[in-house]
């Protein structure tokens, strides 16, 4: 499987997530605008890789589809969306939270 472009950065459960949406939406032509971004500050779902745009032929289809695989979507519709695993900004704000969208446990130095 090939990792698409936009999805450089993406944490890996987030990637799959994603990856299982738009392989059920295909039929909407899906396009990935945008994942990724460091520069959007960490109050943001795309700084920490769990977050991406997407847009296609139906976006309400497409929000049907991302609700039903547990992906929060954007209140603007505007097809950003994140896969969080249900954990909340202030969970990845403590830098506990792995690949796979767990939190770790806090650990002290030298352990």
Do not use: H
């Not at 738009?22 to 943001?44: C, F, H, M, R």
């Not at 991406?52 to 519709?77: F, N, R, V």
């Amino acid at each position: 499987m090939t990792i698409r472009t936009k999805f450089n950065g993406m944490l890996p459960a987030a990637v799959e997530k994603f990856e299982e949406l738009l392989e059920a939406a295909s039929n909407l032509d899906p396009q990935v605008i945008k994942g990724y971004d460091s520069t959007t500050g960490k109050d943001s779902y795309f700084y920490w890789g769990c977050a991406c745009q997407i847009t296609c032929s139906d976006m309400s289809a497409l929000k049907d589809l991302a609700e039903s695989l547990g992906i929060l979507w954007a209140e603007d519709d505007s097809g950003q969306m994140a896969y969080t695993n249900n954990l909340d900004i202030s969970d990845f704000q403590t830098y506990r939270v792995n690949g796979q969208l767990e939190l770790t446990e806090e650990t002290e130095m030298g352990e």
